[in-house]
């Protein structure tokens, strides 16, 4: 957290060469709420939330919040994806603004098409459940109240519904994010494929 940029900036490639040592953790030199205090911090300093020291962040954080290779489901990077969005909103917005300068526009839009997926499953599924409720409670009436509120409760323990309206603004915000990251390299005519892809989910 030093005044200079170019100390921050420096503090932040020693972290990127120290992840490359075995047997040593970038997170146990600086720990990662400090990291996230630095891409809200740095976005406001410079009034840009891409700049030099949220760039290296991001390709700092990267293999944290965006793992990529075979061994990492869809399902596994959702949960990572839910949990940063959950415990750190603002610090995942510039993350995500700034994936672009390191992962592959291909797989951005892969990641943006699986977002609207949840987001849609999310919605389908509280509809389905305020359907089946609506039908339940015209056939039972007379039931006592406190089954009904236990049915509620029960469907309020998921963070993935539309009943958590913070996740599911911080979901739509990450994807017009990543979206607005890409394009102007979505305009380029070897990503027109991404580009169909995405218009047409």
Not at 4 to 33: E, N, S
């Amino acid at each position: 957290h030093d005044k200079t940029a170019k100390v921050r900036l420096a503090a932040v490639r020693m972290l990127l060469q120290v992840k490359k040592c075995p047997g040593i953790r970038f997170y146990h030199v600086v720990p990662v709420d400090h990291l996230m205090a630095r891409f809200v911090a740095e976005s406001k300093i410079h009034g840009n939330p891409r700049n030099a020291v949220t760039k290296e962040l991001t390709l700092l954080m990267l293999s944290s919040y965006f793992p990529q290779g075979q061994d990492m489901s869809t399902n596994q990077l959702l949960q990572r994806t839910v949990s940063f969005l959950l415990t750190n909103p603002d610090a995942a917005s510039v993350f995500y603004l700034n994936m672009a300068d390191h992962v592959e526009v291909e797989s951005l839009a892969k990641f943006i098409v699986m977002l609207l997926k949840c987001l849609k499953t999310c919605v389908d599924s509280d509809q389905a459940n305020q359907v089946k409720k609506t039908a339940k409670m015209k056939k039972r009436r007379r039931r006592v109240v406190e089954d009904e509120l236990s049915d509620e409760a029960n469907t309020d323990d998921d963070p993935l519904s539309t009943s958590n309206t913070p996740l599911m603004a911080s979901l739509a915000g990450a994807i017009n994010t990543l979206w607005d990251s890409i394009v102007p390299l979505l305009d380029k005519p070897k990503n027109k494929a991404c580009r169909n892809l995405l218009e047409d989910r």
